[in-house]
């Protein structure tokens, strides 16, 4: 069964009406910063099914001395996908989630943009990290605030080639 998985494309993303506005609230929440969180559901053939979602914890951080560019700080939400103490609330979660028979999978994580600004490092290489580390069937799902306070809802889900994970892996890939 798991090769049949494999081998089947990923050609949907079935997101439930409850996943969504989870997600719209907490970027609302968070606007305009950066929010993250974790999806969990099940991959059902070539359709990945999203059941629930949870969001980072916020990552405490030192206050940068007088010496540093405030407004070059990086954005410590963006990177919260890969954050040591995360991997220990999303497994925590999880497994709170089997004891009472929720579809208990991790399937990606989520993020907020505005105006369509949403590919940076950060976002490749927390992709990048759920992909390898976790499942190759993830995906991110982007938010993007300011376009759905237009009118119309804009949720959009990633994944990363085959070809560029080769790339990234062997170093081939700049931001420049």
């Known amino acids: 069964m798991a090769d049949l998985l494999k081998e089947a ?8 009406a409850l996943v969504v506005m989870k997600i719209i609230k907490h970027c609302s929440q968070t606007f305009p910063t950066t929010a993250t969180g974790f999806l969990v559901g099940m991959d ?5 099914e999203i059941t629930n979602s949870f969001p ?9 001395d007088a010496h540093h ?3 070059a ?3 410590h939400a963006a990177a919260a996908p890969r954050h040591k103490g995360n991997p220990a609330y999303q497994n925590d979660m999880i497994r709170k989630l089997r004891e009472v028979n929720v579809d208990a999978n991790n399937v990606g994580w989520y993020m907020s943009a505005s105006l ?12 990048y990290h759920y992909q390898k580390e976790l499942n190759e069937r993830t995906v991110a799902i982007v938010h993007d605030v300011s376009r759905s ?8 889900a990633f994944r990363l080639s085959p070809a560029f994970m080769a ?3 062997e170093n081939k890939f700049t931001i420049e």
Do not use: W
């Open 44 to 48: 059902a053939k070539s359709t990945l």
């Open 116 to 127: 369509g600004n949403f590919i940076n490092l950060n976002m490749i290489e927390n992709q």
């Open 69 to 71: 560019d405030n407004n």
């Open 9 to 16: 494309p990923l050609t949907a993303v079935q997101v439930e």
């Open 56 to 64: 980072f914890p916020t990552v405490e951080l030192p206050a940068t």
């Open 167 to 169: 790339a990234y892996k």
């Open 73 to 75: 700080s990086p954005n």
């Open 149 to 156: 306070s237009q009118g119309s809802l804009s949720l959009r």
